[in-house]
T-cell receptor, first 114, second 117 residues
Framework: AQKVTQAQTEISVVEKEDVTLDCVYE???????LFWYKQPPSGELVFLIR??????QNEISGRYSWNFQKSTSSFNFTITASQVVDSAVYFC???????????FGAGTILRVKS | GAVVSQHPSWVICKSGTSVKIECRSL??????MFWYRQFPKQSLMLMAT?????????EQGVEKDKFLINHASLTLSTLTVTSAHPEDSSFYIC?????????????FGQGTRLTVV
């Protein structure tokens, strides 16, 4: 069975601080995909990144960066110089190699205070 | 990019009535769509997989007679909450998988906030 664990229920930071959101996953598939989504108060899911299991290269996109480590089954997400607009719920998700249904973590509420 | 449109964005209905939610893939054909439910301050839970031209596959614990799914075309799946009750109040969100590319990104609709009074 697949499982995604986001141990941090809620994180509060002050603007301009860096923050890392943790994600640990479990799967028996050798091919799988990992995702991060942002859910602002409007409810819509905003796609942030997709990573397949064969690509362990870390990725940076502006203030966002992701660290994928298969050895620890982790796919952590870091926001550098956080901003108030980053306040949202962030979900880590996992799908099998066929790209079918996503299994979501419980989500981490990020509050960035000015 | 690919867009999935969900309608309505929000709906309030009386207990005992039925509500239909539509999920459309606007610029690609989706043979498979997924319906999720999210209770307040909780994660998204998969309810069912909607397959074009065949019966939906429901996750354990989801009543198929209560949550009717129809995927009659390659661009439209509908979820009907029958005889809705207050405990069905939730945020329902669909997603669609694009088949003609080698990526497996799931495109999500905007979600529907259902309130049953």
């Amino acid at each position: 069975a697949q499982k995604v664990t986001q141990a941090q229920t809620e994180i509060s930071v002050v603007e301009k601080e860096d923050v890392t959101l943790d994600c640990v996953y479990e799967t028996r598939d050798t091919t799988y995909y990992l995702f991060w989504y942002k859910q602002p108060p409007s409810g819509e899911l905003v796609f942030l990144i997709r990573r397949n299991s064969f690509d362990e290269q870390n990725e940076i996109s502006g203030r966002y960066s992701w660290n994928f480590q298969k050895s620890t089954s982790s796919f952590n997400f870091t926001i550098t110089a956080s901003q108030v607009v980053d306040s949202a719920v962030y979900f880590c998700a996992l799908s099998g190699g066929d790209g079918n249904k996503l299994v979501f973590g419980a989500g981490t509420i990020l509050r960035v205070k000015s | 990019g690919a867009v999935v449109s969900q309608h309505p964005s929000w709906v309030i209905c009386k207990s005992g009535t039925s509500v239909k939610i539509e999920c459309r893939s606007l610029d690609f054909q989706a043979t498979t769509m997924f319906w999720y439910r999210q209770f307040p301050k909780q994660s998204l839970m998969l309810m069912a997989t909607s397959n074009e031209g065949s019966k939906a596959t429901y996750e354990q614990g989801v009543e198929k007679d209560k949550f009717l799914i129809n995927h009659a075309s390659l661009t439209l799946s509908t979820l009907t909450v029958t005889s809705a009750h207050p405990e069905d109040s939730s945020f329902y969100i669909c997603s669609a998988r694009r088949w003609d590319r080698d990526i497996t990104e799931a495109f999500f609709g905007q979600g529907t906030r259902l309130t049953v009074v």
